[in-house]
């Protein structure tokens, strides 16, 4: 098992930045960003390789988002850019540990950490 503790989470107007941080308790084997709004299915944002650092992004968010790991530290961020207020959601951290799982599986979920972008 592992916990997942997300942090970054805020206000920003759009154009702007923000930096979303995640450490887990123990190694994984990749980690991801969702996201969500009420009404509407969790979407996945970006996920993450541990070992090798290799990324997925949805599209909506390529070339604005980048999603990084510190392994020392079993962190993952995601860097925020050139935000848009449909980018508002509550962005959850996930984690997997088990190899040959699917680009948007996981079993292993934060607590979740609030987006807002104005107009």
């Known amino acids: 098992q592992v916990q997942l503790v997300e942090s970054g989470g805020g206000s920003e107007q759009a154009g702007g930045s923000l930096r979303l941080s995640c450490a887990a308790s123990?190694?994984?084997?990749?980690m991801g960003w969702f996201r969500q709004t009420p009404g509407k299915e969790r979407e996945g944002v970006a996920r993450?390789?541990?070992?090798?650092?290799?990324?997925v992004y949805a599209d909506s968010v390529k070339g604005r988002f980048t999603i990084s790991r510190d392994k020392a530290k079993n962190t993952v961020y995601l860097q925020m850019t050139s935000l848009k207020p449909e980018d508002t959601a509550m962005y959850y951290c996930?984690?997997?540990?088990?190899?040959?799982?699917?680009?948007?599986?996981?079993?292993?979920w934060g607590q979740g950490t609030q987006v807002t972008v104005s107009s």
């Open positions: 993450i390789f541990t070992a090798t650092g290799n990324t």
């Open positions: 123990g190694s994984t084997v990749k």
């Open positions: 996930a984690a997997n540990l088990r190899p040959g799982a699917g680009t948007w599986e996981f079993d292993y």
